[in-house]
Nanobody, 126 residues
């Protein structure tokens, strides 16, 4: 059974940092690209960051570039999202997702991901 379990969200202040984790099981994690997406209240889900299957390529949304780093540990079947200099507009539910194919690149398109976690809430107060 495929499982993606996010953790690390919480309530922080503007300028703080958070590290989100996503532990994967049941889906050959080391062979799949991974992505982070987020959904703010009343808005559509949007791409945040992605990493290819071996960690060699990453891609970021312009809104988070320079403040966010995606990384992975294939030995631990875990992908991370380090978020620094958080802003109130970063407030959202953050989801990790696994690529539907093996050995893919860092993908930004939501429909290319087949497996999703339940999300973790990040709230940034001003």
């Amino acid at each position: 059974q495929v499982q993606l379990v996010e953790s690390g969200g919480g309530l922080v202040q503007t300028g703080d940092s958070l590290r989100l984790s996503c532990a994967a099981s049941g889906l050959s994690f080391s062979r799949r690209a991974m992505g982070w997406f987020r959904q703010a209240p009343g808005k559509e889900r949007e791409f945040v960051a992605a990493i290819n299957w071996n960690g060699g390529t990453t891609y970021y949304a312009d809104s988070v570039k320079g403040r966010v780093t995606i990384s992975r540990d294939n030995a631990k079947n875990t992908v991370y999202l380090q978020m620094n200099s958080l802003k109130p507009e970063d407030t959202a539910v953050y989801y990790c997702a696994a690529d539907r194919t093996f050995y893919g690149g860092a993908r930004t398109t939501e429909t290319l991901y087949d497996y999703w976690g339940q999300g973790t809430q990040v709230t940034v107060s001003s």
